[in-house]
């Protein structure tokens, strides 16, 4: 099996997988990084988000000799205390429900102010669009978002 070097939230990686094994089993079985999450498997529901050189890509669809060389953010990276922007505004907004898509929600919202630091709604909902929320707390997630902006901008 080949050996693939990744940069993951800014250390290097070094596994022996597949070439075409995606990311998120790599990064669930192989590196036991398990905040990424398997949704669907079809890269429909958006729950496995990750950045890909700043990119929001779903990792369910992503094999990892597509990858290698590239810098990848998980969820665990985002920040060292979960004091992100997003993730503040996330806890200030009471977006969580039952959680399971809140990883790929928060990795593409900062995907989306990362893009555009002040997205319009339709920019934000475009964006959001393609992370599902079973438990529908899609007004909390774009109140979220406009926290976030606003906790960005604070000096």
Same mark, same amino acid.
């Given at each position: 099996?080949?050996?693939?070097?990744?940069?993951?939230?800014?250390?290097?990686?070094?596994?022996?997988?597949?070439?075409?094994?995606?990311?998120?089993?790599?990064?669930?079985?192989?590196?036991?990084?398990?905040?990424?999450?398997?949704?669907?498997?079809?890269?429909?529901?958006?729950?496995?988000?990750?950045?890909?050189?700043?990119?929001?890509?779903?990792?369910?669809?992503?094999?990892?000799?597509?990858?290698?060389?590239?810098?990848?953010?998980?969820?665990?990276?985002?920040? #060292?205390?979960? #004091?992100?922007?997003?993730?503040?505004?996330?806890?200030?907004?009471?977006?969580?429900?039952?959680?399971?898509?809140?990883?790929?929600?928060?990795?593409?919202?900062?995907?989306?102010?990362?893009?555009?630091?002040?997205?319009?709604?339709?920019?934000?909902?475009?964006?959001?669009?393609?992370?599902?929320?079973?438990?529908?707390?899609?007004?909390?997630?774009?109140?979220?978002?406009?926290?976030?902006?606003?906790?960005?901008?604070?000096?």
């Amino acid at each position: 099996m080949p050996i693939y070097k990744l940069s993951i939230n800014g250390k290097e990686q070094t596994v022996e997988a597949p070439a075409e094994m995606p990311l998120l089993w790599v990064l669930r079985d192989l590196l036991n990084m398990t905040g990424t999450k398997y949704g669907c498997g079809l890269g429909i529901c958006g729950s496995c988000m990750v950045l890909v050189e700043g990119d929001a890509k779903t990792a369910c669809l992503l094999p990892i000799h597509s990858i290698q060389d590239q810098a990848i953010t998980t969820i665990e990276g985002l920040s #060292d205390r979960n #004091d992100h922007p997003v993730q503040q505004a996330w806890r200030k907004e009471h977006v969580p429900q039952c959680g399971y898509c809140q990883s790929g929600q928060i990795m593409r919202a900062v995907a989306l102010l990362q893009e555009e630091s002040n997205p319009s709604q339709a920019q934000a909902e475009a964006a959001m669009s393609q992370v599902l929320c079973r438990c529908g707390t899609y007004p909390r997630i774009k109140k979220a978002i406009q926290s976030a902006i606003d906790l960005s901008k604070r000096p």
